[in-house]
């Protein structure tokens, strides 16, 4: 018998304790990316971190060549970082233009805050009651009033709605817009291969890398126009701009792993994983529709496998997310409405499992649900 995608996937990686409902914050790490960076950590004790550094390069190539894959763009565009608030804060420091953005109300809080600190002026997209943007609507808007840049998380953080990515990127090259993707829950969850001006995502999301890791992507057109402020370059030996970005110190251990996990995830297929994920979402919804004090946000369908549900009788979803990890083994996400100051009113409880979950976890999870309602 052939082995699924969901069993080899399970087979790859430590044995959960309990049930993991949570990639959305932190997917669990294959057995590949963790040795790869423990190999790596090893390797600097043996022969020194920059020697190990410069052996690393072929692997830490082919983390940005896959990034590329999964973006449109080229793996010559491909910067690591931290995380994916330090790639958009890298690249909103840098920004030489206009400092005006577009964006969906349901836009995530701590960008939003980013770009307050940056000094961007933020106007919002049409939208429909789902959250969802109208792309019509949006293409009249941003063609009378024309920010600096589009910016589009098209998989928030507090809701499963995937986002029209791909029509939006082609009004905003029609319009001659720069175009800002924040990949973070989107990458390797939906097709992100749009080739935007930007695009940055974080590493142990989706595609279950280390954590402290990200990666910003950006087009060669609008490089051009960035003017990192630090390091300076120097006239007589000139940096490129990526060169400038992918500045300072960094865990090449944890990028190593990363580059690892997103090879893996290729190998298993990006179209393979995002049809599963799309599954698991219905799955889950279907399991938490009848559940007693909850409402699932998300339509059944939506292609997405982050679940929201939100509280009908009261239940404080930071409690019951501390109540299912302490009683029920369950990891799950409590969403406060900081993360989508402008649309979430109330806090979530979030469901983000991966390939790998069964039936048996979503039943116990429903159970657990209409038990906490109790407490
Ligand atoms: C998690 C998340 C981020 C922040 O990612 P970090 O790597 O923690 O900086 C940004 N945007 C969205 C939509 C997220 O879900």
Known sequence: ?????????????????????????????????????????????????????????????????????????????????????????????????????????????????????????????????????????????????????????????????????????????????????????????????????AIYSASRKWLAGPRGVGVLAVHPELADRLRPRFPPSDPAAPLTVLQQLSHGESNAAARVGFSVAIGEHLAAGDGNVRARLAEVGRLTRTAMADVAGWRVVEPVDEPTAITTLEPTGGADPHRVRAWLIAERGIVTTACDARRAPNELTAPVLRLSPHVDVTSDDLELTAAALADASTI
């Not at 057995?31 to 190999?39: G, M, P």
Request: charged share 20%; net charge negative; glycine share 10%.
């Open 1 to 197: 018998m052939t082995e699924t995608l969901a069993e080899r996937w399970r087979a790859a990686r430590p044995k959960a304790a309990g049930v993991h409902l949570d990639s959305g914050a932190c997917s669990r790490q294959g057995f590949a990316a963790i040795d790869a960076a423990a190999q790596h950590a090893r390797h600097e004790a043996e022969v020194g971190g920059y020697v190990a550094l410069d052996a690393a390069a072929p692997v830490l190539d082919a983390g940005r060549a896959a990034v590329a894959a999964l973006t449109g763009l080229a793996a010559t565009d491909v910067v690591f970082t931290t995380g994916a608030n330090h790639a958009l804060s890298l690249l909103l420091d840098s920004w030489d233009g206009d400092r005006t953005a577009a964006c969906l109300p349901g836009e995530y809080g701590p960008n939003l805050a980013l770009l307050a600190a940056n000094g961007f002026r933020v106007s919002a997209l049409p939208v429909d009651e789902d959250g969802r943007l109208r792309v019509d609507a949006a293409a009249d808007v941003l063609a009378r009033d024309r920010p600096g840049l589009v910016h589009l998380t098209p998989l928030g953080s507090h809701r499963g709605i995937a986002q029209p990515l791909a029509p939006l990127a082609e009004v905003c090259r029609d319009l001659g817009l720069p175009l800002v993707v924040d990949a973070a829950q989107a990458l390797g969850h939906l097709d992100c291969a749009v080739a935007p001006a």
